[in-house]
């Protein structure tokens, strides 16, 4: 079995053991009281978000974000426990919403070309806009983050995502679509077709921002080069 299709079976049970204990969490927590008020958590993490992305994870501050949120600091250490916690749960929506763009906006028989291009886009629109650029910025130049913390960030963003690709990938394979043995790299060797050194430039200020027809243009592009290097009968690996 190649490793990748290993890999992507190893994933799906695990993520079947995290949503069996989350229903089992979430079944608890209905039996203790009411449900959280989902308008307020929703607040909560739309202003944590532009906390996180202005300032980064240690400058930002829960009294900064409980006041543009309209609720208490108290409100904030009940639905989330801490400032980390809270943070992580932003991580988590922003991965959700880049994995939607993937396993749920695209049908599953879609072609191989219109999902990979789809997912792509969202992808890439949101890894070379201001606000990430900034992100990955603050989060490189700060010395109160620790190597462990940034590890363990990415672990949680990018690396999640790109976990979610590489299943993704695997499921293809298993169909006949594609021919990869390690499909984890092969997530992150398309990834870098879409971008480029177009993050690079952006941060020194050599481009402007990408425009939507250019990156339809590096999607589209990143995704016919990935299929002709891995197609199962002609591709050169």
């Not at 792509?120 to 913390?149: I, K, N, P």
């Not at 997530?187 to 027809?213: H, I, S």
């Amino acid at each position: 079995m190649p490793q990748c299709l290993g890999a992507a079976h190893r994933y799906e049970a695990r993520i079947t053991v995290l949503l069996s204990q989350i229903n089992q969490t979430a079944n608890v927590s209905r039996g203790r009281g009411r449900p959280a008020d989902t308008e307020k958590r929703a607040a909560v993490l739309r202003h944590a978000r532009k906390q996180l992305f202005a300032l980064g994870p240690h400058v930002a501050r829960l009294d900064d974000i409980a006041r543009d949120a309209g609720v208490s600091k108290m409100t904030i250490y009940n639905m989330f426990g801490n400032k980390d916690q809270l943070f992580d749960a932003v991580v988590n929506e922003i991965c959700d919403e880049m994995e939607n763009a993937l396993t749920r906006s695209v049908p599953s028989d879609a072609p191989l070309e219109e999902a990979l291009g789809a997912f792509g886009r969202h992808l890439t629109r949101q890894l070379m806009s201001d606000d990430f650029l900034w992100l990955d910025y603050v989060l490189a130049a700060s010395e109160a983050t620790d190597a462990s913390a940034k590890a363990d960030f990415f672990e949680k963003g990018p690396g999640r995502v790109l976990q979610t690709l590489a299943t993704y990938l695997a499921q293809r394979v298993e169909r006949g679509e594609l021919k990869i043995d390690d499909c984890l790299q092969a997530a992150e060797e398309l990834t870098v077709l879409w971008q480029g050194q177009w993050p690079m430039r952006r941060r020194y200020g050599v481009v402007e921002k990408l425009t939507e027809a250019e990156l339809e243009r590096r999607v589209s592009r990143g995704v016919r080069i990935f299929k002709a290097a891995y197609d199962p009968k002609t591709g050169a690996f």
